[in-house]
């Protein structure tokens, strides 16, 4: 299958992280992925939700949203009620993050990540999760930097996502729009930089996948994620 944009079936698309994007925020980025493009913010509070007030414990929660002309056709603003598409990528923000973190070693803080899309072609969710992670590092670091209560960053893995489809039999690694509502089998692979895997979303759009092409799916996820690894870890000064 040739791809719109002329890449390899195997190959990523080019991911770039500005980090310190917005002025206020404890932590903020610009990530792009291709043409997809979010604004990934975090904002940590000195309270918890009620379930765990005097418990020591804090939490990550997250909010997503798409801005009305990210897409080719205008999307209304979800003002007073949250779809369910909004809500399951917002739950899977926060619990990949969550999943990487010791909140016990966060103390009673919330942290609150905000992703808006402010440019969609393929990928939201998965460039979210991969640009909150450096949003949320940012964050405890200027907090830590700020009142030195942290021995150690709360955040102890790296995560990233990357998007994947099916086609006629053929693996293509982070799908485009284009790609992504025309494909056979659509996944997207939450893992950390030890390759343990967070979560894996996998439907079958118009067609089954055997155990086979599932483990050739999550072998080239692995090899993808690589890249955005790498990218997280440039934008933090790691290298």
């Keep these: 299958m040739a791809r719109t944009d002329g890449r390899s079936p195997k190959q990523a698309r080019d991911i770039e992280i500005t980090t310190?994007?917005?002025m206020h925020a404890e932590g903020s980025v610009l990530i792009k992925t291709g043409n997809t493009q979010v604004?990934?913010?975090?904002?940590?509070?000195?309270?918890?939700?009620?379930?765990?007030?005097?418990?020591?414990?804090?939490?990550?929660?997250?909010e997503y949203s798409m801005l009305p002309r990210s897409?080719?056709?205008?999307?209304?603003?979800?003002r007073n009620r949250v779809g369910g598409r909004t809500q399951e990528i917002q739950r899977l923000i926060g619990r990949s993050l969550r999943s990487v973190a010791d909140l016990a070693r966060l103390g009673?803080?919330?942290?609150?990540?905000?992703?808006?899309?402010?440019?969609?072609?393929?990928?939201?969710?998965?460039?979210?999760?991969?640009?909150?992670?450096?949003a949320l590092v940012l964050a405890l670091k200027k907090l830590q930097n700020q009142t030195g209560c942290f021995e150690?960053?709360?955040?102890?893995?790296?995560?990233?996502?990357?998007?994947?489809?099916?086609?006629?039999?053929?693996?293509?690694?982070?799908?485009?729009?284009?790609?992504?509502?025309?494909?056979?089998?659509?996944?997207?692979?939450?893992m950390t930089r030890d390759k343990q895997i967070i979560e894996i979303q996998g439907t079958a759009e118009k067609k089954t996948f055997s155990r086979e092409e599932l483990n050739q799916m999550l072998d080239l996820a692995e090899e993808g994620l690589k890249k955005h690894f790498e990218a997280q870890s440039n934008a933090l000064g790691g290298g």
């Design 108 to 134: 009673e803080r919330t942290v609150w990540i905000d992703c808006d899309v402010i440019q969609a072609d393929g990928g939201t969710r998965t460039a979210s999760i991969t640009g909150a992670y450096v």
């Design 71 to 78: 897409t080719s056709t205008r999307v209304r603003r979800e």
């Design 20 to 22: 310190n994007f917005t």
């Design 39 to 62: 604004i990934c913010t975090a904002s940590i509070e000195d309270a918890v939700p009620s379930f765990l007030k005097g418990k020591g414990s804090g939490w990550i929660s997250a």
């Design 152 to 190: 150690k960053l709360p955040a102890v893995q790296q995560v990233a996502a990357i998007s994947l489809g099916q086609f006629a039999g053929q693996i293509l690694l982070d799908l485009d729009y284009s790609e992504d509502s025309t494909a056979d089998v659509d996944m997207n692979i939450i």
